[in-house]
């Protein structure tokens, strides 16, 4: 007889919790897909390391080769300046990027390799643009430059990296807010 009372409370409880999570989540999500550009930024490039070495990490499981894997140690430094997105082309209207509807991001991280058991630091500087649509912000394109951390050596040419691991984890960090899985408290 304990173990029926039990289980009908326990059901009720289940019941109550469960639509009270939803509730949540619905709010959570919704605050995510209302955030400008400045606070998504704030809370994306806080999760970004964890979220790209997961991605990292799935794909070295997956292939199983002796590739060299960067480790992403920390993201920021965000800048919101937008670049003009026609170079040469009347450049008159500043803010044509943003009346587009794409948002500019430029940030860096430090990532970490291993190579013949030394470790070697990059500083990768990325330019990210995002376009905000109704059921959330998405990648639209972005490009990466690498540089030798503390060194004084040229920049690498700037390469599209919309497809990088980086960009992988951005889209699923994405996905995560627009679910209501991201916490968007510090």
Known sequence: MVCGCFLVVNSIDNLAFSQN???????????????????????????????????????????????????????????????????GIDNTDNDKSAASGVEQVFFTTLERQYIGGKAVEL???????????????RLVMMFTQTGSSGKQEPLSPPRD???????????IWLGDCQAGSVRMRN
């Open 21 to 87: 999570l939803s509730v949540s989540k619905d709010k959570v999500g919704s605050a995510c897909v209302e955030q400008n550009i400045t606070t998504l930024t704030t809370y994306l490039l806080r999760d970004l390391p964890s979220y790209t070495n997961r991605v990292t990490q799935r794909a070295r499981r997956r292939s199983r080769s002796s590739e060299v894997y960067s480790y992403v140690l920390l993201a920021g430094r965000p800048e919101f300046t937008p670049l003009p997105l026609n170079p």
């Open 123 to 137: 500083q990768q500087f990325h330019w990210l643009l995002l376009t905000k649509t109704q059921s959330g912000w």
């Open 161 to 171: 990296s919309s497809s990088s691991a980086i960009a992988q984890a951005i889209n």
